[in-house]
């Protein structure tokens, strides 16, 4: 059974700004979701209400000069003065302004940003806010220039500049595609993105500025190309970075610890089997601890993912487009969870509108991470995520098409009912499958480097199953009929491949 539905799309006879949309972004106001839609075509924006479940348009908004929005590129909710605004930064402004947020999720009037010099306000592509130390901020990047700007919003909405943070081999900043800030360790930090640099970079934000902490991507031999699109989530406690880069059509998670360092965890690279090559953009989404992502681009499609407790991805489902989908050159995702539903928002750079999928998260269980000395985790009757620590652990999955990861002990994994993973990583050690249902139940193998076929493992029937061998590791395989399993009766199906 798929993941992924589609509920509707919204073509450009519905969406007065529906052409050229390259901003999307799911929003809760007062404990209503809405979702926002911005054009790069004529700076208009969009606001649909997801009340009903299904995206009605509400308010539209044309873009202007005096708000700043012509070649609207991104769209960022801020927080000034207590009051929550909408600044949507256009490439090709001269000016710009924030736009209140009304209470009832409506977007007021706009409030004139002013600076010390006109040039200061112009060309923004990306922005973020953030506050702290009882003041409020605003970081900057422009299209036009290398570097980012951070500025204290003072009083009447004056942008008073803080600190210059310019591109350079340690910190690559020159076409900033993604701008973030995270709190670790009781401090902040701003993560970049750079699609010219094709790295991700790290500061701590501190009262005069911010100092630089880490680097991670090509300069320091990450194989990225045009780092384009990022985004933060939190998996059982630890802090990761999603970042999609375009021209090596690849996702990766980057585990961020207290101190803003980061740490390559896992890489999915785009293949047959799903549609984020030429990624443009990406959508986070997290719903009873457990934390999803969707990417689209070039690939004519958007590819669903589920990212585990170590960072690693483990692909869902992937949808191509077809007519009556705003899947055609992927520009711009937003995805958020309302009523135990995710809704996913796509808009394609060739054709006119918005499309909605869902995804049911009701069929979704528990994440379960081992922890010191948890010899035992049961799950439930939905789809769970169990996963072994350091130590020996048994996996009960129970009911639903549960994912079982051996740990780095001997690990005992019993899937149960429904279409069960079986996940295992090199050097795991030891570990024994009670109840394989062959033709459901699937190994999965993805992690190991350079294994894509039954061909390249070691098989031998037992009595009642199989041992498979994938270099030093072994995998006691006990069938759920009890009848042995000989080499030929396994093929690609029966395994996920990397």
Not at 194 to 205: E, K, Q, W
Request: hydrophobic share 40%; proline share 4%.
């Amino acid at each position: 059974m798929g993941y992924v539905t589609h509920d509707l799309t919204l073509g450009d006879g519905v969406l007065t700004h529906g052409v050229g949309i390259a901003a999307l972004e799911v929003r809760w106001i007062e404990n209503e979701p809405y979702v926002f839609a911005g054009a790069f075509s004529d700076g208009g924006i969009t606001r649909l209400s997801l009340a009903s479940g299904r995206a009605e348009p509400e308010q539209e908004i044309f873009g202007t000069d005096r708000a700043g929005t012509t070649g609207l590129t991104d769209m960022a909710f801020v927080e000034v003065g207590g009051y929550d605004f909408l600044l949507a930064p256009g490439r090709h402004a001269e000016a710009l302004a924030l736009r209140v947020l009304r209470d009832d999720g409506s977007i007021g009037g706009l409030r004139d940003l002013d600076a010390p010099a006109p040039e200061m306000l112009r060309g923004w592509s990306q922005t973020t806010g953030f506050n702290a130390w009882g003041k409020d901020f605003l970081v900057a990047a422009r299209w036009d220039a290398p570097g980012l700007r951070i500025f204290e919003v003072g009083a009447d909405y004056r942008l008073d500049p803080v600190a210059r943070l310019e591109d350079g081999p340690k910190s690559p900043l020159g076409e900033v595609s993604a701008l973030t800030t995270l709190e670790l360790g009781g401090a902040r930090y701003l993560a970049a993105a750079s699609s010219a640099g094709s790295a991700v970079t790290t500061f701590r934000l501190e009262p005069g500025g911010a100092a630089l902490v880490d680097t991670i991507g090509a300069p320091v031999g990450v194989g990225w190309q045009g780092t384009q699109a990022m985004s933060a989530v939190e998996i059982a406690g630890t802090q990761f970075l999603v970042v999609g880069s375009t021209g090596t059509g690849t996702m990766s998670t980057l585990r961020i610890n207290d101190h803003g360092v980061m740490f390559l965890a896992d890489t999915a690279l785009d293949d047959r089997t799903t549609r984020f090559d030429a990624l443009v953009d990406l959508a986070t989404f997290e719903h009873r601890g457990r934390s999803f992502v969707v990417a689209g681009g070039g690939d004519d499609g958007l590819s669903l993912f589920e990212i585990g407790p170590d960072g690693a991805f483990y692909h869902l489902e992937t949808i191509a487009h077809r007519a009556g989908l705003a899947l055609a050159d992927v520009a711009a995702l937003g995805a958020g969870v309302v009523d135990d539903v995710a809704r996913i928002f796509t808009a394609s750079d060739t054709e006119a509108g918005v499309s909605q999928f869902g995804v049911d998260m009701a069929r979704f269980g528990e994440l379960r991470l081992a922890g010191p000395g948890e010899d035992r985790l049961t799950g439930t009757g939905r789809d769970d995520h169990l996963q072994g620590g350091d130590g020996a652990v048994t996996l009960d999955g129970g009911g639903g098409a549960d994912r079982l990861v051996a740990g780095d002990g001997a690990t005992e994994m019993r899937g149960g009912a429904g279409a069960d993973a079986f996940v295992f990583r090199p050097d795991s050690g030891s570990a024994r499958i009670f109840d394989f249902e062959h033709g459901l139940d699937r190994l999965d193998l993805s992690a190991y480097p350079l294994l894509y076929s039954p061909d390249r493992l070691t098989i031998t029937a037992t009595d009642d199953g199989a041992r498979i061998e994938a270099g030093d590791d072994v995998i006691d395989l006990h069938s759920a009929d009890g009848r042995p399993l000989a080499p030929e009766d396994f093929d690609v199906d029966d395994f996920i491949f990397g």
